[in-house]
């Protein structure tokens, strides 16, 4: 469960009811989580980060930060775009992880969806197709288009390998 100050907590609702408290991480309200696996999970919040956290021992291994801008909703996507600048990601944290996630998509309080590679760690395409806060994202398995919705009541198709609308 992700809080309005930051926290992320684990609530087992199954047996004893029992609350243990993950991670303090953000300084503002969560906007989003995904888990990776039993081993990881994604973050974002209106502090303008999105970070990945080991379920182990807690520690973080990987914050985006966009200076400012809001994340307001979050999703995972199947695929990936290689990044145009290559960089080795022979050092990436990420790359010991076994999982389908190769890439995060955020929307942000500007109208626009950023790309995170995970594997190069690093944000690899902006789009801007909404001119208010972005609402909510989906990408459809298999397909490089995404779904938004913003806080005017638009929806919008992104194609997230060309960057077109």
Same mark, same amino acid.
């Given at each position: 469960v992700g809080t309005s100050c930051g926290s992320l907590w684990y609530i087992c609702w199954t047996t004893d009811r029992s609350k243990t408290r993950l991670v303090v991480s953000h300084t503002d309200k969560i906007t989003g989580l995904?888990?990776? &696996?039993?081993? +990881? %999970? @994604?973050? =974002?919040? +209106?502090? *303008?980060? %999105?970070r990945i956290f080991q379920l182990d021992d807690r520690n973080e291994i990987l914050?985006?930060? /966009?200076? *400012? #801008?809001? @994340?307001t909703c979050l999703t995972s996507w199947n695929d990936s775009i290689v990044p145009t600048l290559k960089l080795s990601y022979s050092t990436s944290l990420m790359k010991n992880i076994k999982s389908n996630i190769k890439s995060i998509i955020a929307g942000y309080d500007d109208g626009t969806l950023r790309i995170f590679n995970l594997l190069h760690e690093q944000m690899i395409l902006k789009l801007q197709p909404h001119t208010c806060s972005v609402t909510a %994202? +989906? @990408?459809? #398995? +298999? /397909? /490089?288009?995404? #779904? =938004? *919705?913003? &806080?005017?009541? =638009? @929806?919008?198709i992104s194609n997230l390998v060309q960057g077109q609308l």
């Open positions: 995904i888990p990776i &696996e039993d081993t +990881h %999970i @994604v973050t =974002s919040s +209106h502090d *303008g980060t %999105i914050r985006f930060n /966009t200076n *400012g #801008l809001k @994340v %994202i +989906h @990408v459809p #398995l +298999h /397909t /490089t288009i995404s #779904l =938004s *919705g913003a &806080e005017d009541g =638009s @929806v919008a």
